[in-house]
């Protein structure tokens, strides 16, 4: 629903949040904000109080895509909506070395998993899934943890998360007539619990978000889901 032009953005929840904000980048998300044109402000305000916009973001969050090349440090895709007003990003990246066609060097890694939302540039809303294994030069033998984080710059969009849990888990490849392969995974997922008030209702969106990382720095599957 458009707002009244008679509103200065100064005084609206979302704008205010971003000044008073102590995360990092909500400066620069509240200067690109001040340097849209006045109709893509109202957009942008529309947007962040949209549950619709809130559940696909999440939902667009769990899409592969499988033209991304798994051999490299950086991993990153895009998917639009709005009419391109709003992006869906995610990136994989493997600390420390490059995901490759070998196993990671004997030590401990950390995959991590992000997927982010901007609103005609402005990065809004960031979420971050990563797990840390110890790799012996071949497999997998332990996960140590797993590990979560985001920002939240909406200002009107409340996210929460459970404790993130981790395990490892098995995997065997058996040709017919020949050596059967095996070996481990590192698993990592987490709750993320969104909220919004609109037009007086609160709209929930609860979805799990899993990761399986293998010993060559490359998730090997992962999803995002309602619970």
Not at 84 to 109: C, F, I, M, Y
Not at 176 to 187: I, K, L
Not at 196 to 203: E, I, K, P, Q, Y
């Amino acid at each position: 629903m458009p707002r009244d032009p008679a509103v200065q953005y100064g005084e609206l929840p979302a704008v205010n949040a971003l000044r008073h904000s102590h995360e990092e980048g909500a400066a620069d998300a509240l200067n690109a904000f001040q340097h849209l044109t006045r109709a893509e402000q109202n957009k942008f305000i529309d947007y962040l109080h949209d549950p619709a916009l809130l559940n696909a973001f999440l939902d667009k969050a769990a899409v592969h895509d499988e033209r991304v090349s798994t051999h490299v440090r950086n991993v990153s895709s895009a998917i639009s909506l709005r009419n391109g007003d709003v992006t869906v990003e995610q990136k994989r990246v493997v600390s420390g070395l490059a995901a490759g066609a070998r196993p990671l060097p004997k030590g401990n890694h950390t995959v991590t998993y992000t997927t982010y939302v901007k609103y005609f540039g402005v990065k809004v809303i960031k979420l971050n899934l990563s797990v840390d294994f110890h790799s012996n030069g071949h497999d997998i033998t332990k996960v140590n943890d797993a590990d979560t984080s985001k920002k939240n710059l909406s200002g009107v969009i409340n996210i929460s998360h459970a404790i993130p849990k981790k395990s490892l888990s098995n995997w065997s490849w058996c040709p017919r007539g020949r050596h059967c392969s095996r070996g481990h995974h590192a698993d990592a997922s987490v709750i993320w619990e969104g909220s919004l008030v609109f037009r007086g209702s609160t709209f929930q969106v609860d979805k799990k978000q899993w990761m399986r990382a293998n010993v060559y720095g490359k998730l090997d599957d992962y999803y995002l889901k309602n619970v």
